[in-house]
């Protein structure tokens, strides 16, 4: 089992991916573990971009959302 010191949101008006990875890390908890976050605050999202999740300790279920989109 593994901890991470600290979880980070990522937030832009906009997103446009261009074939590259954004690595998140989560707790595999109920929907209030912490989890690192991408939130795209009312603009678009375009593009690929592969999101990797990482468990930051083991746990049940799916945890909480790792990206947002706010219109």
């Not at 999202?45 to 219109?71: F, I, K, N, V």
């Amino acid at each position: 089992m593994r901890r991470l010191k600290s979880i980070k949101t990522l937030t832009t008006a906009s997103y446009t991916g261009v074939n590259g990875t954004i690595s998140l890390n989560t707790f595999l908890g109920a929907d209030g573990s912490p989890s690192d976050r991408l939130i795209i605050n009312g603009g678009t999202a375009s593009g690929d971009t592969l999101l990797r999740t990482s468990p930051m300790l083991e746990g049940l279920g799916q945890g909480p959302p790792a990206t947002e989109s706010r219109w």
